[in-house]
């Protein structure tokens, strides 16, 4: 995805609207673990990546939200007196909803001109459509001279994605968007939604492999998982009242219980159960400079992702099994919600390049495929961006 600073974007807008714009801007994240938790009050741990989405844009004198993009054909021009009642099916879903949220929130939303412009890869797991949420939401704050808090700004934009689009996604990408820190992962309790940041040594890069096979959440095996944990809780309520989530069982509690569990059921609350404590230990092997250590972690969350909550795809079980042995590789897994998508590698500085082709030849070899990689730091999130964003 062609890369465009905001500079470049506002003269586009010129071009295009005749006026003048702001634009704001958000980045997509790779999770580095913690998957599948976030809906289930756990941890998780992402750190912002250096693709951001950018929107310009201006008001109107009228009450049509016209949104563009500089990489899809179609436009679309929302009379909000009279907003759709639905989504329309299309990118600019995300932005609508947004819009919409906001005003629910008593942020009325006034006619503008936006253009999109975003470098977060679609379909790939790293959340291009929170990037795009929350840079719409400062794009429409801006224009109503209104500001609020990072945290409910990250809320506003989920719920726009839970109600309009209908994903029913956790609270992990749109707050990470927006409260990355260069050189920092975020971990992230995402029940008291508290956080610390978890330096990340510039020894190590986050080397992203997308296997091209692309990944849908709006499809239902998400919604379906989430559902399971749901059921999960229901039943372990049975035994243990004082449960609200999954978060709130042990390992002990859930063994305890097996029997008396579907095991699809069992599986999916097993992983999640063991995931929290990952996040946990990963944040402490971070901060102990324990790279091997936080290397198998990562290839723990993997195989427990692929066996137990079964979200990993061919594809991504392929670009696993390809870093193994390649030198200066601690440890990688598939990231994001799964069936397609991306794998993240933590790979040493000095080796990331090398790395980055050898496991390229290898996944092609064995898949015909033509993978993309990138070589990834912990970046700034939306808030930190904000003051530069701003032309
Ligand atoms: C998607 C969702 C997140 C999270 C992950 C799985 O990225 O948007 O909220 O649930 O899947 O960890």
Not at 101 to 110: M, N, P, Q, S
Not at 296 to 325: C, F, K, P, T, W
């Amino acid at each position: 995805m062609r890369k465009m600073t905001p500079e470049e974007l506002a003269e586009l807008f010129r071009q295009n609207f005749d006026s003048q714009a702001e634009v704001f801007s958000a980045p997509g994240r790779v999770n580095l673990i913690g998957e599948h938790t976030d809906y289930n009050d756990g941890f998780v741990l992402p750190s912002a990546i250096g693709f951001y989405t950018h929107v310009a844009v201006s008001s109107r004198g009228d009450r049509t939200l016209s949104i563009r993009s500089t990489e899809f054909p179609d436009s679309c021009d929302i009379d909000l007196a009279n907003p759709p009642g639905k989504k329309l099916g299309a990118w600019c879903d995300y932005v609508l909803g947004v819009a919409l949220e906001l005003a629910r929130a008593g942020i009325g939303v006034r006619g503008a001109n936006l253009l999109v412009h975003g470098e977060v890869p679609i379909g790939a797991g790293l959340s291009s459509s929170a990037a795009l949420e929350v840079a719409s939401a400062l794009a429409f704050l801006s224009l109503e001279a209104k500001e609020l808090p990072l945290t409910t700004i990250a809320t506003l934009c989920q719920r726009a994605e839970n109600e309009f689009v209908g994903a029913r996604v956790g609270i992990m990408d749109q707050f990470v968007s927006c409260h990355g820190r260069e050189g920092y992962a975020v971990l992230l309790d995402c029940r008291s939604l508290g956080y610390e940041l978890v330096p990340i040594p510039d020894t190590v890069k986050f080397v992203i492999c997308n296997t091209m096979a692309k990944h849908e959440l709006s499809g239902g095996e998400y919604n379906l998982r989430r559902a399971q944990c749901e059921q999960g809780v229901e039943i372990l309520s049975r035994s243990y009242p004082g449960i609200k989530a999954l978060r709130d069982v042990t390992a002990a509690q859930l063994e305890a219980q097996a029997e008396t569990m579907p095991p699809v059921i069992y599986k999916r609350c097993l992983h999640v159960v063991r995931e929290n404590e990952r996040v946990v230990e990963t944040g402490e092997r971070f901060r102990s400079g324990d790279l091997a250590g936080v290397g198998r972690l990562m290839r723990d969350s993997h195989r427990s992702l692929r066996n137990l909550y079964e979200v990993s795809s061919q594809e991504l079980d392929i670009m696993v099994d390809a870093a193994e042995g390649l030198p200066g590789f601690f440890g990688g897994r598939m990231t994001g919600g799964g069936f397609g998508g991306c794998t993240v590698n933590l790979v040493s500085t000095a080796s990331a390049e090398a790395f980055r082709q050898a496991i390229g030849r290898r996944y092609q070899q064995k898949t015909g495929i033509s993978p993309d990689i990138y070589i990834c730091s912990a970046a700034h999130g939306a808030g930190a961006e904000l003051k530069k964003a701003v032309v």
